[in-house]
């Protein structure tokens, strides 16, 4: 049950709320999610107020702080159009109203298309306080053991590179099963996301070029079995779908060309 709920007008604010050791107080985004949760007595400390709602460009890569809205992002004409199409599969348009980049990427598991295409693009993620970055595929596979801050303040991801994901959920309305995330810079560099199960996605590879993605793809999810998909099935397909991700990347390239 929320308990306390505060809503601070700064990040430094709610750093100080939130490192208040003798009370249990959560980082609160669009609180889809926090809402629903059974964490006894907790405070929540609201971020909207605390202008982590911005998008801007960096040079190559575009900056979103935690509280923008997906919707925003959804919407927003510097958002690549494959993470739009993956915050449209992922989120019912109430929750992309509500929830934040923050929230998503803080409880997200491992069957969002959204968080896996943001992984394939190498996102860095910053904390409060101190500002600490870390690169979201070193801090994904540690989630919920160690946190590098109390909350994420803003994600920043390339915007060169070429983007696709292919994916494979039961039915049109179920969520993935299988999901492959690919990302190819310029330089040839590509880099390969996998989810669909688990808790979170994972990185299958990054190498300087294409080569070999069919075979990361079948090594990283050999034993990924759930009830939802035999490991047979999603080491089978998984290279099948980066192979088309890869093709419809070439398709793109060469109609630039
Ligand atoms: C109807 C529905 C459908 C959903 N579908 C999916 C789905 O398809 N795939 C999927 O993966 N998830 C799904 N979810 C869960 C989804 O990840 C969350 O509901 C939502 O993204 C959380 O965003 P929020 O901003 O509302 O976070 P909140 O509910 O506010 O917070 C969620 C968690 O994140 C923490 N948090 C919030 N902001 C930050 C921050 N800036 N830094 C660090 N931690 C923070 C909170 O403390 C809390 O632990 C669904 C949820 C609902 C209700």
């Known amino acids: 049950m929320i308990q306390e709920y505060f809503r ?34 907790v405070g929540v400390v609201d971020l909207q107020d605390t202008g982590l709602d911005q998008i ?32 449209r599969i992922d989120v019912s348009e109430n929750i992309r109203n509500m929830a934040s980049l923050g929230g998503w990427l803080a409880s997200s598991d491992g069957r ?21 970055r870390v690169r979201m595929g070193n801090w994904l596979p540690l989630r919920g053991q160690e946190s590098p801050g109390l909350f994420i ?4 991801w390339w915007m060169r590179p070429h983007l696709a994901f292919e994916y494979v959920a039961r039915s049109p309305k179920d969520r993935p099963i299988l999901i492959v995330a690919v990302a190819q810079w ?5 880099r390969v996301a996998l989810g669909g199960t688990g ?12 080569s070999g993605i069919d075979v990361a793809c079948r090594d990283a999810y050999h034993d990924a079995e759930d009830p939802w998909a035999k490991a047979l099935y999603r080491r089978e397909v998984a290279p099948k779908l980066a192979l088309r991700c890869l093709d419809r990347i070439d398709a793109i390239i060469e109609s630039e060309a």
């Open 8 to 41: 601070p007008a700064t990040v430094d604010e709610a750093v100080a709320l939130l490192q208040d050791d003798e009370k249990l107080r959560k980082p609160m985004g669009g609180g889809t999610s926090l809402s629903r949760l059974g964490l006894g007595q």
């Open 56 to 87: 801007e460009n960096r040079g190559q890569r575009i900056m979103a702080g935690a509280m923008v809205r997906l919707e925003t992002l959804m919407t927003h004409p510097r958002v690549h159009p494959e993470i739009q199409r993956a915050i």
């Open 112 to 132: 969002s298309i959204f968080t896996t295409v943001l992984l394939a693009l190498d996102t860095t993620l910053t904390w409060a306080p101190g500002d600490e």
């Open 153 to 156: 303040t803003e994600a920043e």
């Open 186 to 190: 310029g330089s040839g560099r590509t």
């Open 199 to 210: 808790e979170t996605s994972i990185i299958a590879m990054d190498g300087p070029d294409a």
